[in-house]
């Protein structure tokens, strides 16, 4: 059942980075017919309004960073999505994958906290109050919660779309080999197994928002 989640090779060449440029191959060349493009209008509104949702609450410092999020997030559901494709494979059920888009990003984000205003970047790491035989033990508990954000952010990432796949491949399974002997049981595995795969759907698009929502939070700490 893990196979599925292999990078695929071609003449022992792994092609997950075929998979990773396949987002910058669906997007639309420019033409005059933007303006009366239906999915092309969608497609800007929806970005405005994720635009905003995102950038709003940062201050104007931050706000520079809404079209590197808007691109991430496209850029994360278009993989997200490819997964749910027959004969395809998800890069973003890679760690590997995930950590080399968080990590980079949330070490951006604490050397931007760090440079703009360190007292208040080192004063996350000590609460105000604090007793002074407890001063270091909470240094170290504040600074671990910190390094544990990236990998908090790709684990999230790989788990949500790891346990939806293996459990679609499971339901599948069950599908096929109980339609002989149990055709009426099968046909209600396959009515689950479409509810599923909308479920599915859905967790591809909220994962992929999360992932960003929780970068703009951290960068909204330290702008």
Known sequence: YFDQFLSPTLLGIPLIALALLLPWVLLPKPAKQW???RFLTLQSRFV???????AFPINIPGQKWAMMFMTLMLFLITLNMLGLLPYTFTPTTQLSVNMALAF????ATVIIGFRNQPTHALGHLLPEGTPTLLIPIL???ETISLMIRPIALGVRLT???TAGHLLIQLIATAVFVLLPIMPMTAITAWVVLILLTLL????AMIQAYVFVLLLSLYL???V
């Open 35 to 37: 303006t009366l493009n």
């Open 48 to 54: 405005r309004l994720f635009t905003y949702q995102i």
């Open 104 to 107: 980079p990003l949330w070490l």
């Open 139 to 141: 240094i170290i508990i």
């Open 159 to 161: 788990a949500n779309l």
């Open 200 to 203: 599915e759907i859905a967790v």
């Open 220 to 222: 909204q700490e330290n």
